[in-house]
């Protein structure tokens, strides 16, 4: 079975450009969660998608958003880059709600 | 907002010893996860225990979970070299919170050769 998979595994860009992150879930997996990890913190909750929907988002600002397409890969765009976007940027998916999540690998985007 | 508080920050023991971790949150929840990271890399998932239960093992893991305290810990025996990662507990709001898991900051351990 292949697990979460992320791309890019790197990215750079400069501020105010903007970051486009992709994550394809495990197979029969609906809900796709995606965190953020700054440096020395915790995973901070950005968004849920589930059946194609956004479930809900955290505590960011509206530059942060992104979708779920019908193969239930998903997307995470992030305009107007400020430095302290720099983070590794995790996608996990499960079976239903509150399973097991399992995680990609991330994408570090580093904004310079 | 963080809801699992993981504790100490960082562990660093000798290869053989056992590693305690403490987690502690603060709503009620339907279950609690553990996962471990290795450096720079997704979570992996570790062990689950519902809000029913009050211990659960898992080779040489040992999560226990007191729901009065709202805390739980988990315990890893004759530590390798390979444990070395940060772990993290994650935590479900009852009722359904639709953050889905709230995870906490993460226990760095260190095993000693």
């Known amino acids: 079975e292949a697990g979460v998979t992320q791309s890019p595994t790197h990215l750079i860009k400069t501020r105010g450009q903007q970051a486009t992150l992709r994550c394809s879930p495990i197979?029969?997996?609906?809900?796709v969660y995606w965190y953020q990890q700054a440096l020395g913190l915790g995973l901070q909750f950005l968004l849920w998608?589930?059946?194609?929907?956004?479930?809900n988002r955290g505590n960011f600002p509206p530059r942060f958003s992104g979708r779920q397409f019908p193969n239930y890969s998903s997307e995470l765009n992030v305009n107007a880059l400020e430095l302290e976007d720099s983070a590794l940027y995790l996608c996990?998916?499960?079976?239903?709600?509150?399973?097991?999540?399992?995680f990609g690998n991330g994408t570090r985007l580093t904004v310079t | 907002s963080q809801q699992g508080e993981e504790d100490p920050q960082a562990l660093s023991i000798q290869e053989g010893e056992n590693a305690t971790m403490n987690c502690s949150y603060k709503t009620s929840i339907n279950n609690l996860q553990w996962y471990r990271q290795n450096s720079g890399r997704g979570l992996v998932h570790l062990i689950l225990?519902?809000?029913?239960?009050r211990e659960k093992h898992s080779g040489r893991l040992r999560v226990t979970l007191d729901t009065s305290k709202k805390s739980s810990s988990l315990l890893i025996t004759a530590s390798r070299a390979a444990d070395t990662a940060s772990y993290f507990c994650?935590?479900?709001?009852?009722?359904?919170?639709?953050?889905?898991?709230?995870f906490g900051k993460g226990t760095h351990l260190i095993i000693q050769p």
């Open positions: 996990a998916s499960g079976s239903f709600y509150n399973s097991p999540l399992h």
């Open positions: 225990i519902r809000s029913n239960e």
């Open positions: 197979s029969g997996h609906t809900s």
């Open positions: 998608y589930d059946e194609g929907e956004e479930r």
């Open positions: 994650a935590t479900d709001a009852e009722g359904g919170g639709a953050d889905g898991l709230t």
